[in-house]
Each structure stands twice: as structure tokens, then as C-alpha cells.
């Protein structure tokens, strides 16, 4: 099946420099003026989204026409206590401090670590692949979050990269297909190919 990764466009808290995580930012004006400028498809029937209205106001954007399938699972990282927060507003704080020291690796405190977060994405998206194949479908698109894709493409992308490796532009698209491998029965994606236009 052909896949479509999209990342949401720019919102205010991007802009701030925030960490937006399970914070509902919407886009800022650069942010709808850059999606507008994306690329897209008026023709595609259905596209998955998360309940974060970043997401949303982008899909609408670029595929005005679609209906719109909200996945929670797939929602952006839970930064807990660093949320709609800075470094700059957290240069004293500690437990920011370790975090980051620890590679921002660790458990955000009355958050995700980026372990957990993986495991939420990795489901949620095996779960809405097989649901697409189960009805027939080709081809599925997402507009989701930058960690998203970070989490989904280190786990399950080949050749294997790190997490900070995939990082990607508001309204990047990655174009990848599913495939199984022979021997273990892992699923995973191949041909990954990271495009400046939203072309599907």
C-alpha cells in the first residue's frame, strides 16, 4: 500500500518556539499561506487526521474535498509539564534540564517518553493500514504531527535511521509503501522518499 505522511503546517505556538504537543495550537497566517502554497489534490475521497486542529485546518486546506477520519492515537507527543513551553521559559527548570541532557529520550514528566509515544504511533497506524487494506484501498494519507512521522519512520522505515534523523519542515510529505517481511512477518516501510510539494 502507498503511504502519505504529511506534516501539519505552521501554528502559533511553532512560531514561539513552544513545545505543542497534546497543546491545541492553531495554524498561524505563514502557516495557512504556506499550505495553501503545498500543493494538494480537490479529488481525494478521505484523509486521516488527529483531534488537534492543526492538523484538521491543514487537511482542509489541501484536500478540501476529503472526509476528514480523526485517529487519536496518532495524536503528537505528550510533552506534560513542558507543554506550550519554551526552553527559554525552562533554562532554570531541572527536570527540563535532565531531559535534555538524557538526549530528550526520557519520560517528560506527566508525560510520554519518546518510547511510549512510538508504541501509541506504531499501533495506531498498523491499525488504520490494515482497516484500509481490509476495504480494498490503495493508497492512505495522513496530515499529522513532526514527531509522528519521527516515531513511525524510526520504527518501522528502512533502511533504519534515528529518531532525529527523520525531523521534517511543517507541510513536508513522505511518500513510502508498506511491506512484510519474509521471514519474521514484520511489517514495515519501504521506497521512502521525502518531497517539498504535497503531490499524491
Not at 64 to 78: F, K, R, T, W, Y
Not at 86 to 92: G, L, P
Request: aromatic fraction near 8%; proline fraction near 3%.
Amino acid at each position: 500500500m502507498r503511504i502519505y505522511l504529511i506534516r501539519h503546517a505552521k501554528t502559533v505556538g511553532n512560531a514561539l518556539n513552544r513545545y505543542i504537543g497534546c497543546t491545541d495550537s492553531p495554524l498561524c497566517e505563514e502557516g495557512i499561506a504556506s499550505a495553501k502554497a503545498a500543493g494538494g489534490d480537490s479529488a481525494l475521497k478521505s484523509v486521516i487526521v488527529t483531534p488537534l486542529m492543526r492538523t484538521q485546518q491543514t487537511a482542509r486546506i489541501l484536500f478540501p474535498n476529503a472526509e476528514q477520519c480523526i485517529v487519536s492515537g496518532l495524536s503528537e507527543m505528550d510533552f506534560g509539564d513542558f507543554e506550550d513551553r519554551s526552553a527559554v521559559d525552562m533554562v532554570n527548570d531541572a527536570a527540563y534540564r535532565a531531559w535534555v541532557d538524557g538526549g530528550c529520550m526520557g519520560r517528560c514528566p506527566n508525560g510520554e517518553s519518546i518510547a511510549s509515544f512510538t508504541e501509541r504511533i506504531l499501533a495506531s497506524f498498523w491499525q488504520c493500514v490494515r482497516a484500509a487494506e481490509s476495504a480494498g484501498e490503495s493508497r492512505l494519507v495522513f496530515v499529522v504531527h513532526g514527531g509522528v512521522i519521527m516515531a513511525l519512520l524510526s520504527a518501522a522505515g528502512r533502511p533504519k535511521k534515528g529518531f532525529y534523523d527523520w525531523y521534517l519542515p511543517n507541510c513536508a510529505c513522505v511518500q513510502a509503501d508498506t511491506a512484510t517481511d519474509s521471514a519474521t512477518g514484520e511489517a514495515y516501510l519501504e521506497n521512502i522518499a521525502v518531497k517539498g510539494k504535497v503531490e499524491i
